[in-house]
């Protein structure tokens, strides 16, 4: 799908990391952005610097995902694209010690990443199957959500994060099956160790470390690099129903 002036586009967590570049990559293609965060100062700057649309949306909160596409449609139109990149993390056994895992922690973690995912993309789906179709194909608009290699190569303490971004990837295509016939796409990224504000504390030597875990880039994923393959997406009609590993050839240790 082309991406134009009139091209309005909704990237949830766009005020920081993944989902900031992609923004700046929208906005630098002519297209009319609105950002879903709950970082509102954040928010607020980037609106004022881009010119975008800021939304505060809890993405794990109904009322507060359907005040945000009521926001960002009065203010760009019905949107053709988005990208899902709320998410979160949280490090913790199954059990340590004899102490389970904290079941709120686990539930936390997948209302975020994984149902808060399919929320904000079921809704907007709904009003993307009205819309005319943007080209020959008969494509109406795509959607791309964020998992992770952990969804994959889940390391020790991360069964709650992986358990969600495998469930975003396991929904990939089932969706792009059910809005086959709408006309919209839907494909996964799965990003590897990216410079992201989760690393941006961690000391020089664990980062070190990281970047030469990684095959080839040896170093970490750039932000750029993320918004450069979904607006690869966009554009490639071809493009749905897959998970896109972007990772330098990482697998994972254990620990």
């Not at 997948?110 to 809704?123: D, P, Y």
């Not at 993307?128 to 080209?135: A, G, M, Q």
């Amino acid at each position: 799908m082309e991406i134009t002036k009139d091209t309005a586009a909704i990237v949830t967590g766009g005020a920081s990391g993944l989902g900031e570049a992609t923004v700046r990559a929208l906005v630098a293609k002519g297209a009319k952005v609105a950002v879903f965060d709950m970082n509102k100062d954040r928010g607020e700057a980037i609106e004022k610097e881009l010119g975008v649309t800021f939304c505060e949306v809890n993405v794990t909160d109904e009322d507060s995902v359907v005040a945000g596409f009521e926001k960002a449609r009065a203010a760009n139109g019905q949107e053709r694209i988005v990208v899902n990149c709320a998410g979160t993390g949280a490090a913790m056994k199954t059990q340590s010690k004899g102490v389970p895992h904290d079941i709120k922690i686990f539930d936390l973690i997948c209302q975020i990443n994984l149902i808060g995912t399919f929320r904000v993309l079921s809704k907007a789906a709904a009003e993307i199957s009205k819309l005319e179709p943007v080209n020959e194909s008969g494509e109406r608009g795509v959607i791309i959500n964020t998992a992770s290699v952990a969804a994959f190569d889940g390391q020790i303490g991360q069964a709650s994060y992986s358990a969600s971004k495998g469930g975003v990837v396991g929904m990939t295509l089932p969706i792009a099956r059910d809005l086959s016939r709408d006309g919209i796409r839907c494909c996964t990224i799965a990003p590897g160790i990216f410079e992201t504000p989760l690393l941006a504390g961690a000391p020089d030597n664990v980062k070190q470390a990281l970047e030469a875990s990684v095959p080839f880039p040896s170093r970490l994923g750039k932000p750029e690099e993320y918004a450069s393959l979904a607006t690869q997406i966009m554009e490639n009609t071809m493009l749905n129903g897959e998970t896109i590993r972007l990772d330098g050839a990482i697998r994972m240790a254990p620990r």
